[in-house]
Every structure is written in C-alpha cells, then in structure tokens.
C-alpha cells in the first residue's frame, strides 16, 4: 500500500461547478498536509498547506484535513478552464523534509 | 525574481550511458531537493541538501545515482550507465531555509533512455 493513495481521475467537470478532491494516507507520523497544481510540462506549484485538522480557505480553494479518518480533501469553487491540471497531495514529516506525494487527480474544466 | 531553474529541458540518451542534470535553486535557498515523477510511480522523492549539512539521499533508487551540490547553490544530478527504467521527469525544487513547508520546483529535465 502506497503511503499516500489518491485517484488518478480524470475528473471532468463543467465550469462553474465545484471540484472535490480527496487523498488517503496511512502513516500517522505525517503532520503537514499540501496541495499541489501541476500544468502540463511545469513543475508543480504550491496551492494550500495546512497542519490541523479543519478547514481551510484561500479564495476559490478550500483544503480540509481529517486526521481522525486519514483523509484530505481540496474543494475548488466556480471552477475555471484554467484549473485544469493535475491536483497533487502531498505530506510531510516536519517542516523542510521530503515531501511524499499522491498519484495525482487529473482535472478537466470545460467551457 | 528568477525561479529554479533545470538544463536541459529534454535529454534522449542511448541505454548504458551517462547524464548529468542541472539544477540552479532560487539565490539565497539553502535547501535543495530533487525528485522523480514517472507514470507508473508518480512523483518520488530522491535526494536532499541542507547547507552544509550531510544529504539525505534516502531516496536515490541504485548507486547508479548521485548528486552533489558545489558551493551550496548549484546541483548536479548524474545518472550513470543509464537503463530504459530511468526515463522520466527529474524535478528539481528549493526552499528558503529547510524548515519552510514550501518548496517551489523548476520546471523539470525530461530523460528519455532508448
């Protein structure tokens, strides 16, 4: 079992809608939870970062964290064309160590 | 200001030879990482430096892998005796201190091994 299991998608979804989605993970030691967006031939960028459990809110994304359950979840508002890429979690140890990154959610908006 | 930065951008090699990667983190970072991403295994981790500070090199999949990082800016990533397996994307990232959860990726070196 991969230490962080995301579904690969593709997720489609039509403009305007809200864009859910989820991560497991299996090993408690992990503390700091992320979201990456990756464009086709980019590398990834940093969306949301988060250490408690709860939510959290930045404009149009909201990331939320259950440590109870082992799950993570990003929700994406009024969702754009131009938030079509891949959604990667990722998680950490402590701050400044590697990151351990899920499979990736491919997500198409369409027009 | 100027982000990481990786050269080449592609590299196609032939099996059983050797490459090197280039990775320029942003100034002043002194944390350095690199990854790679693969379609069957996503984005893993290979190796990282801290100052002066011993890598961690946890991640480096054979001994046919190594890094070094000259003067605490520049790192080089080399593969030696290339094998089909090792095509993918290296990726390249750097934070500020290592203790900032933010770690902000180059743009990657696609290797294709014939």
């Known amino acids: 079992q991969k230490e962080v299991e995301q579904d690969p998608g593709p997720l489609s979804v039509p403009e305007g809608a809200i864009v859910s989605l989820n991560c497991t993970y299996s090993n408690s030691a992990f503390q700091y939870f992320m979201w990456y967006r990756q464009y086709s031939r980019k590398g990834p960028e940093l969306l949301m970062y988060?250490?408690?459990?709860g939510n959290k809110e930045d404009g149009r994304f909201t990331a939320q964290v259950d440590k109870s359950s082992k799950y993570i979840s990003l929700f994406i508002r009024d969702s754009q064309p131009s938030d079509s890429a891949t959604y990667l979690c990722a998680r950490v140890k402590a701050a400044g160590n590697k990151l351990t990154f899920g499979g990736g959610t491919r997500v198409l908006v369409k027009p | 200001g100027a982000g990481v930065s990786q050269s080449p951008s592609n590299k196609v090699t032939e099996k059983g030879k050797d490459v090197e990667l280039r990775c320029d983190p942003i100034?002043?970072?002194?944390?350095l990482y690199w990854y790679r991403q693969s379609l069957g295994q996503g984005l893993e981790f290979l190796i990282y430096f801290q100052g002066n500070s011993a890598p961690d090199k946890s991640g480096l999949p054979s001994d046919r892998f190594s890094a070094e990082r000259t003067g605490g800016s520049v790192s080089t990533l080399t593969i030696q005796r290339t094998q089909q397996e090792d095509s993918a994307v290296y990726l390249c990232?750097?934070?500020?201190?290592?203790?900032?959860?933010?770690?902000?990726f180059g743009p990657g070196t696609r290797l294709t091994v014939l």
């Open positions: 988060t250490y408690s459990s």
């Open positions: 990232a750097s934070s500020p201190s290592g203790m900032d959860n933010e770690q902000f």
């Open positions: 100034s002043g970072h002194t944390a």
